[in-house]
C-alpha cells in the first residue's frame, strides 16, 4: 500500500524525494526469529515466553546499555554469553535478496537515502558486516533519539530533522503498523514484501532506479 504517487513541485535544488528504509526484514534478515532461538537451544515460543518483556524495547530507545540487557534479558535473571549473542547476530545478518542492488541504483541516481528503524546500538554490527553507510546513512535510529516506530512523534522528528513537507519523503517497511503510521503524518508509505514489488511500487511513484548497466 502507498499513499497518493504524486508529489508537490519541488522548488529547491535538493533532490527528492527523501527515500527512508526501515532496515530489519527489508534491507537486513532479522536473526531474532530462528538464529537467537537456535542460539539459546529454545523454540521461539519458548524464548518469548522467558525474555523480559520490556528490556529489548528498553534498549532499542537506548534507556539502557548492553551490560544492562545482559542483566534482565530473562525475567528469571539467568546469565548468559552476551558476547556469543552479539557474534549469532552478527553472523546471522545479511541483504535481503536483491535489495542490495536496488540501493546501488539509487545511490547512483543521487537519492537522498536514510535508516529510519527502531534497534539498538547494535546497528554498528549490522554497519561492520554489511557496510549499509555505502547507500544510506544511519540517521533515524531509535537508540539515539529515545522514540521507537510507530511513535509518530518519531516520525514528526524525523521530518524536523530533514527540513522537508512530509509528502517528500517516502518511508518503506516490511511492518503494516509502521507505513500507517507514517502515512498519518504526511508521508508516503510503501508496505514492504519483496524487492521485486518494492522496485514496482517505486517506479508508479516516479522513483528513476534505472541504471547505465540496466540499458
Not at 19 to 36: C, G
Not at 128 to 134: C, G, P, Y
Not at 166 to 194: M, Q, T, W
Amino acid at each position: 500500500m502507498s499513499s497518493s504517487s504524486s508529489f508537490p513541485k519541488n522548488t529547491t535544488n535538493r533532490k527528492l524525494p527523501i527515500l527512508l528504509f526501515d532496515i530489519m526484514d527489508t534491507i537486513v534478515r532479522d536473526p531474532f526469529y530462528k538464529d537467537i532461538p537456535a542460539f539459546f537451544q529454545m523454540s521461539f515460543n519458548e524464548l518469548i515466553d522467558c525474555k523480559h518483556p520490556t528490556a529489548w524495547i528498553e534498549f532499542e530507545k537506548g534507556l539502557i546499555d548492553e551490560v544492562q540487557l545482559a542483566r534482565i534479558f530473562f525475567k528469571d535473571g539467568r546469565d548468559f554469553d552476551l558476547e556469543g549473542l552479539k557474534t549469532c547476530m552478527r553472523n546471522g545478518y545479511s541483504y535481503i535478496e536483491g535489495v542490495e542492488k536496488l540501493l546501488l541504483s539509487l545511490k547512483k541516481n543521487n537519492f537522498e537515502m536514510h535508516a529510519f528503524t527502531n534497534y539498538p546500538i547494535w546497528y554498528q554490527l549490522i554497519e561492520d558486516k554489511l557496510k549499509l553507510s555505502k547507500y544510506l546513512s544511519w540517521t533515524f535510529c531509535s537508540c539515539a533519539l529515545g522514540k521507537r516506530k510507530p511513535d509518530t512523534e518519531f516520525y514528526s522528528e524525523v521530518v524536523r530533522h530533514l527540513e522537508v513537507d512530509p509528502s517528500y519523503c517516502i518511508f518503506i517497511d516490511d511492518r503494516l503498523k509502521n507505513v500507517e503510521a507514517a502515512i498519518e503524518v504526511g508521508i508516503k508509505g510503501v508496505h514492504f514484501k519483496n524487492v521485486d514489488l518494492l522496485r514496482e511500487e517505486l517506479s508508479l511513484m516516479g522513483i528513476d532506479i534505472s541504471t547505465n548497466e540496466d540499458q
